[in-house]
Every structure is written in structure tokens, then in C-alpha cells.
């Protein structure tokens, strides 16, 4: 079956049917799925290992059948160590239809079909008796169904289930309990991606202050929990105000709740400070010891030797409504609340001599309802977003380059999504201002596109500056925001012949990278704890061979350290002074390997030449050092383009040169690209 998706097309903007055969949503799940991450982090499939052999052991020591429920099981995994830790039986239960049938196929293949019936059902859906899915209750529940945040990906419902209807009481669990830590911190960093700092603009009468309106300032944000690489965030980014606590763990071999609920700790601040922040992490023990444990503790909290690399888990960052000025040894209280699937954070301080009274007033005064964003900014804008309006080295390139094209009697039109740059013009004395807010009599927001610009919209003038950042939230890949040439191109006919345009143009830039890790994310498995799970491979293989030809994909690589092998090279440029053309852009040509490694891929990104000499890049900003390490804008992604065949040990011999062809297709938007080693 074929199905017609209507889209816009992020780099041109036009709306466009695009046929899809029912199998592309199932590949691009497959693709970029989390399977393989999983099945590379020796760590957690270890102390899986260890805690199965474990519960099988003391069920059987118990004297009963060991009956194993594994629930999400993907490519089977589990249930084949419980199988072979001597489990009697196993119900392996997988809700996604591919990943149960690629699930059948590994478990024949390695020779455990008699023990383990895998049921191609949502567990909730899952029935128990002579005629059911299971013939009866399992004793063993193993499942790992966590995301970063622990509970994101619905393990509380389905432990509740499963509890009630699908497994015996006083069940054995791997993992047996997970630990939910908390570390309260103060970080501009991490502050400036959920609050619009104040801008300093040094106009002609005088320095004038940008600041975010009061409803701004006072909203609480968006409940969505924001996950990191903490390990990549420099101990000199933050500060830590508290020790790490323990906020909440759940027994998961007795009944769960999954019903909406808090939890209160009592914090001692080790350092005054602002509290802003609150960083947080789980693990799991495998057993009810605690001697088998799996951590997704960061780097300062654990000895470095310990860390194991993976990006289906990482650290949690949430943010405080406000920010709260504490005192070193002061009482506070920490809340924790959450629902079925979000955890959200509160602090509040303790009073002096009040302490039994204020308690009881805290325990009323649980805010259970999740923060709601009412200034609309932080719907607008996202994390990054927030970091990159606050990036005051940025800002100081717009304005440095804003100075030098407007003049007294400009008439500036901006094209750009939630841009702060009519406001920026304005304060350095542009007349009049398209598309903007706030200053109402100065600047004007125009809600049209492009294309349905009209001459009325602009009063009858004709556009004298036109500028953009360009920065669009529909843009994935870095060239999407290459959709303000379009737009540019759209609104030609309004354009003064002298218009000036900024940024003037933009370039891409190419090198290739050895990865530190990220690698792992596309690499094959093979076999994995001595089980064979090639099937699964082939499968993703398969995916990402879907589409004829390889697309790249974004990554923040601030949070992905890799080493450039070869010299960044500028391999296309945009010329916004005139509109699209109607032919392709192409180019070829080959670049040199510098450095000994793995040539992994190669990175993309965009540059923006805003006016003579001022540019902004949004990818490489510094190379370091003689080895190679990169320092990436740490507020947008890059594109990172796979070699399949370095990362899946195809090439023996280490290449000296990759040679390139890119064409960006002008009426498609879309940049084409090959490479050879
Ligand atoms: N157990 C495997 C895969 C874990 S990924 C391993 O450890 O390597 C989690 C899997 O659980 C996903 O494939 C997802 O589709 C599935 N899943 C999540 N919740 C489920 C539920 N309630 N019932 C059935 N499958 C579920």
C-alpha cells in the first residue's frame, strides 16, 4: 500500500505530496532506532546477564520451575539468557511488529525456539490460562523498558500490569529496584537554555538594555525533562550546591504504582549560590544485594574508568520554575513530582522555628500539576535556541554587522523564526522595521509568507535591508535554513534595486572525523554475550539502505567529541544577493587525510557571512590542537554523513584521501552527496 504525505518542504517551503510505501515509517524506525546503542553497551548486557543467573539460581533453589516473563523484549536478548542461565520457560513479549518477527528469527537461530514463545502483543493486551497467551503467571520478571528519565518510556504502567495480572506474587525482578539521584547545581550554561538573558546593545545615545518581559521572565517553562551527555559538560560550566541525593527508587519486584505522586527530600546547599538547576541520573541493581549495579552516574561522580559509553541512556538536566538564591547549610526542601511518564522539580525553603507547621503546609501545597509554558517562548523556542539567543559572542556578529548595513532611513524587512533582530535594528536606528514585536509603532509583524507578501503588508516601500539570521524551526539539517534564499527569492518584486542583504551569503563546509564514540550508534553487533544477533544487523542495514541514496543525519557535536582527520574544506556557496537559481549547484573534488584514524564520516555544516569579515559558523569553531579535537557550536547540530564501510571494517587498508560529490538540487532543496575512500 502506498500512502500521499502532505509536508513542507523545510528547505524550500513549499508544500509537497510525497508518496510513501507503507514500509518507510517502519525503516525509519528501524534506522534510527536504539537497538544497536543497546546491544554495544557491554555494561548494562553484562549485569543483565549477571542478574538473570541470579534470580533463575534462587528460584531453582527454591525448588520451583522457573517461568521467566520478559517484557519488550526486541531482539530477544533477555529471554536468551534466561534460557540459558537454565530458565524452564520464557514468555518474551514485543509490542513492535518487525522487532517481534526479527525476534522469532534470533531466537531460532540460536537454537532456543523450544524455550521461549515470543508474543507479538502490547503486554496489557496479554492474556493468562490454558487457552491465554501464557499458561500461567511467570515468577521471573525481566524487562528494560527505561529511558534517560527513567520512566518516560511507560515502565510504570506496565509494571503495575504486570504485577496484577501476568506475574506471581513475590515475584523475582531483574532489575530488582531502580534509584532515581539528584544533584542541585548552578550553571549559566545550562540557565541560559531556559531563560532569555538580558541583551547589551551599545547604540549611538548610549548603551541600551534588551530585557524579556516580566511574563517571560516568570514562566515556568516546559515539562519535557531535557537529556544530555552530561560527561561532555565541563566541570568549569556549573557549580555543584548540594551533595547527590537519593530522590525515590521503586521496588520492582513488589506491586507499582504508576498513579501520579511526589517525593520530598531535605538538602543542606554544601555552597551558596543560586539554585537553578537540578542534574539527575538513575541506576538499577540486578539483584536484591545491590552488588550487581548499572549507573548512569556522570563522570565527577564516579571514577572515569568506570564509564561506559552509550546514548539510549544518558543524564537528565531539569530546570526550577525560578531561580532561588540559597545559603550554605540553609534547609530546603526538594520535591519531586511526577505522573505515569514525566518527573518535574521544586524547591522550596525551610522556615526558622516553624518547622512541624511548615511541613504540614508543604504537604497541602504539593503542586502536582506539571509546569505549563504561558509566555509561549519556551514553545517557540527550544533548548538550544534559548542558548544560541543567548550566545552574547553571536549577538555581538549581528551587531557588529547590523552597524555597518543600516542606515537612518533603512526600511529592513526580517525573515526569520522568533528572531530578535528587528529589536536589535531598531535599537541601533533603523526606521522602520518589518516583522517583529513589541514596538509596535517601529517594527511590524507581518503574518504572511513569503510568497503572499504584498505590497500594502509594507506600506507601499520598498525594502531597503533585508536580514535574517537565518534560523527556522522547521530546519533539521543544517543547509535547511538555507530556505531564506527561498523565501529572499519569493519576495524579489518588494526589494529596492540597492537592497542590501544579510547575510550576504552562506557556505558549506565539509571534514572528516574520527568519532570518539558516536560510531558505535551504526557499527554491527555480531554477536553480542554469546548470542548471535546478526538478524538484527541485516535488519538495520537494510533500513538505512532504504532510501536509494544515504542521507546524513543531525547530531550536536558538542556532545559527541570525534578528532578531524582532514582540513575543513568549503565545498558550496549560497549567494543571497541574488535569488535561487534555476540549475543545480555541484561539486567534486577530494580531500586530503592530515591524521592517522578512522575516517568515520564526514561532518557538515553552514556558515553565514553576515557583512565584510563578520561571519558566523554553525559547526566547527575552533580546532584545538595537533590531534585534532574539535570545538563545535555547542548551540545547533551538525550533519554527519556515515561511511558504512570504515565502520563496518570493510576497508583494510587506511585511505589517504576521500573523494567527494555533493549537488544541492535548487528545486528540491535537498543536498545529494557521495563519497569514496
Ligand atoms: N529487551 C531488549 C530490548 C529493549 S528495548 C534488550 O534489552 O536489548 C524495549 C522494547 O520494549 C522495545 O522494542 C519496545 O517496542 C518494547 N516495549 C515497550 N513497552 C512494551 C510493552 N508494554 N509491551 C510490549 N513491548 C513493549
Not at 60 to 85: C, H, P, Y
Not at 169 to 195: D, F, I, N
Not at 321 to 338: F, H, I, M, S, W
Not at 346 to 358: D, S
Amino acid at each position: 500500500m502506498k500512502t500521499f504525505c502532505g509536508r513542507a518542504n523545510p528547505t524550500t517551503g513549499s508544500m509537497e505530496w510525497v508518496e510513501e510505501g507503507e514500509d518507510y515509517d517502519y525503516h525509519q524506525e528501524i534506522a534510527r532506532s536504539r537497538y544497536a546503542d543497546m546491544l554495544h553497551d557491554k555494561d548494562r548486557n553484562v549485569k543483565y546477564y549477571q542478574g538473570i543467573c541470579a534470580a533463575v539460581s534462587r528460584v531453582k533453589e527454591r525448588g520451583e520451575k522457573a517461568i521467566v516473563l520478559d517484557i519488550g523484549t526486541g531482539t530477544g536478548l533477555l529471554s536468551m539468557m534466561a534460557a540459558s542461565a537454565g530458565a524452564d520457560f520464557c514468555y518474551a513479549i514485543e509490542v513492535f511488529k518487525p522487532m517481534a518477527n526479527a525476534a522469532v528469527k534470533i531466537v531460532e537461530r540460536n537454537g532456543f525456539s523450544d524455550k521461549i514463545k515470543v508474543i507479538n502483543k502490547h503486554s496489557t493486551e496479554v492474556t493468562v490460562g490454558p487457552d491465554g497467551d501464557m499458561q500461567c503467571r511467570a515468577n521471573i520478571l525481566v524487562t528494560e523498558l527505561f529511558d534517560t528519565e527513567l520512566i518516560g518510556e511507560g515502565a510504570l504502567p506496565t509494571y503495575e500490569h504486570a504485577h496484577k495480572y501476568l506475574v506471581q506474587e513475590g515475584c523475582e525482578a531483574v532489575p530488582h529496584r531502580a534509584t532515581v539521584y539528584v544533584q542541585l547545581v548552578e550553571s549559566k550554561r545550562m540557565w541560559s537554555w531556559k531563560k532569555l538573558f538580558p541583551v547589551h546593545v551599545e547604540a549611538e545615545d548610549g548603551e541600551k538594555i534588551l530585557v524579556p518581559p516580566s511574563e517571560m521572565e516568570n514562566c515556568p517553562g516546559v515539562p519535557s525533562v531535557c537529556d544530555i551527555q552530561l560527561n561532555q559538560m565541563p566541570l568549569s560550566d556549573f557549580t555543584t550546591l548540594s551533595d547527590v541525593v537519593t530522590m525515590f527508587s521503586v521496588d520492582f519486584s513488589k506491586p507499582v504504582q504508576s498513579a501520579s505522586t511526589y517525593y520530598r527530600v531535605q538538602l543542606e546547599p554544601v555552597k551558596s549560590g543560586k539554585a537553578q538547576i537540578v542534574l539527575s541520573w538513575w541506576d538499577i541493581d540486578m539483584d536484591p544485594s545491590g552488588m550487581i549495579n548499572c549507573t548512569m552516574a556522570p563522570y565527577w561522580v564516579k571514577p572515569t574508568s568506570a564509564l561506559q559509553w552509550r546514548d539510549h541512556w544518558m543524564q537528565c538536566v531539569y530546570f526550577l520554575p525560578n531561580e532561588e538564591p540559597v545559603l550554605q547549610g540553609e534547609k530546603l526542601y526538594l520535591t519531586a513530582c511526577r505522573d505515569e511518564y514525566s518527573v518535574w522539580y521544586n524547591l522550596q525553603k525551610a522556615r526558622e522555628g516553624e518547622n512541624k507547621a511548615f511541613e504540614e503546609e508543604l504537604k497541602a501545597d504539593v503542586r502536582v500539576e506539571s509546569p505549563v509554558c504561558r509566555c509561549r517562548a519556551h514553545l517557540l523556542w527550544n533548548r538550544a535556541r534559548f542558548g544560541e539567543l543567548n550566545d552574547h559572542n553571536r549577538t555581538h556578529q549581528y551587531i557588529r554587522s547590523l552597524r555597518k548595513v543600516l542606515k537612518k532611513d533603512s526600511v529592513c524587512l526580517c525573515i526569520s523564526d522568533g528572531s530578535l533582530l528587528p529589536v536589535l535594528a531598531h535599537y541601533l536606528g533603523a526606521k522602520q522595521f518589518f516583522k517583529a514585536n513589541h514596538l509596535e509603532d517601529k517594527i511590524k509583524i507581518i503574518e504572511a509568507r513569503p510568497e503572499l507578501l504584498k505590497p500594502s503588508h509594507l506600506e507601499d516601500k520598498k525594502i531597503s535591508v533585508l536580514v535574517g539570521e537565518p534560523f527556522f524551526t522547521t530546519s533539521l539539517l543544517p543547509w535547511h535554513n538555507l530556505y531564506f534564499w527561498y523565501a529572499r527569492t519569493a519576495v524579489s518584486t518588494h526589494l529596492a534595486s540597492n537592497v542590501t542583504v544579510l547575510p550576504q551569503s552562506a557556505s558549506l563546509h565539509m571534514m572528516i572525523v574520527e568519532f570518539q564514540d558516536l560510531w558505535r550508534i551504526r557499527s554491527p553487533c555480531g554477536i553480542c554475550e554469546g548470542f548471535d544477533v546478526q538478524t538484527m544487523d541485516d535488519m538495520i542495514k537494510d533500513s538505512l539502505n532504504f532510501r536509494e541514496s544515504k542521507e546524513a543525519e543531525p547530531h550536536p557535536l558538542w556532545e559527541y567529541p570525534c578528532k578531524s582527520l582532514s582540513d575543513p574544506q568549503e565545498v558550496l556557496t549560497f549567494d543571497f544577493t541574488k535569488t535561487v537559481p534555476q540549475h543545480c549547484l555541484s561539486t567534486e573534488g577530494s580531500v586530503k587525510l592530515l591524521r592517522k584514524g578512522k575516517s568515520h564520516g564526514a561532518v557538515l555544516w553552514m556558515e553565514y557571512h553576515l557583512a565584510a569579515d563578520v561571519s558566523v559558523s554553525t559547526g566547527l569553531i575552533q580546532m584545538s590542537n595537533e590531534k585534532g579535537n574539535c570545538e563545535w557550536n555547542p548551540h545547533c547540530k551538525q550533519a554527519v554523513y556515515f561511511f558504512s564501510s570504515v565502520i563496518e571494517s570493510e576497508i583494510l587498508s587506511e585511505p589517504t584521501a576521500v573523494t567527494y560529490a555533493i549537488n544541492f538540487d535548487t528545486k528540491t532543496g535537498e543536498i545529494a552527496m557521495d563519497f569514496k575512500l
